[in-house]
């Protein structure tokens, strides 16, 4: 398991858990729930933003609230 904020651009991972519970109920609000598949689609130089795949939504994230988000990597 990594953080989300650990995956390389493409990689798929299953949501295990959201570390920090006032991210856990915006994210929970916005379909980002436990056992939701997402994809790393984009990363912004410099420590930006990640842009995320997830339930056929875009989302952007700050690297700080990504690594609250733990996943389960996907094998090819």
């Known amino acids: 398991m990594k953080a989300l ?3 390389s651009i493409g990689e798929r991972g299953i949501i295990e858990s959201i570390l920090d519970s ?3 109920q915006k994210l929970l609000e916005m379909g980002c729930t436990p056992g939701e598949e997402i994809c790393l689609v984009r ?4 420590g930006g ?3 995320i795949l997830i339930s056929s939504s ?3 994230l ?3 609230d990504a690594s609250q988000i733990i996943v389960k990597i996907l094998d090819e």
């Open 5 to 7: 904020s650990e995956l």
């Open 22 to 24: 006032e991210l856990r």
């Open 43 to 46: 990363q912004a130089p410099f």
């Open 49 to 51: 933003p990640l842009a």
């Open 58 to 60: 875009m989302l952007s």
């Open 62 to 64: 700050s690297k700080l």
